[in-house]
């Protein structure tokens, strides 16, 4: 018995140091590609909306990419993602948000093929392409960052993550919003379409 309380005594600090050094580094990060803005757009990757209690991860993005626009650290957003995990096409109703929050319309697009991380910022980087948009950034929480920066590899792309300290000063309540538009019908998540193939 004393040896499991012992190895949860240790699972428990290196879990406290791994979040310490992610942390560490996200603002390491942040405060280093800060210096290189104005970028003229950044790519909020999408999470599954649930209508019924919108998950923190949404309300942290959307504040977090609202902070970056208004303080100029972006000219434009790009938030992305399909349908993946719920019927609300993810680019789409972020965009509403954006909408429904303030942010200028005309500096707001969506991307909506993907469905995953990594083909967020493959899709997101062609639709900056296509705009015309050169210097691009991906932002998004610490914890995204951690993994999609070692998947990766891309030249020219920067990442702004937010400081794990600022989540509790983004998890405001977001305005009421119509997500129709996003809502797809028959909808089919992505693990039973894989199983489909």
Known sequence: MRYILLLLLL???LFKVAI???GRTANYTF???ALKAPY????????PLDTSKIHRIIKVRMYWAKKLLESGITRN???????VNSPYVEGVYM???ADSLGMTKAHLFSETQALHGDENVIYGMNLAKKLGFKKVAIATDPFQFAYLRYLIFKE??????????????FEQPLPKADFSPAFVKNFVPLKERNKSE
């Open 40 to 47: 003229d757009a950044i790519i909020i990757p999408g999470f």
């Open 20 to 22: 310490w050094n992610l």
């Open 77 to 83: 957003i790009i938030f992305s993602g399909a349908a």
């Open 11 to 13: 699972l428990f600090i």
């Open 31 to 33: 405060r280093e590609n």
């Open 95 to 97: 965009k509403i948000l």
């Open 156 to 169: 020219g792309i920067d990442f702004l993550p937010f400081p794990p300290d600022s989540m509790k000063a």
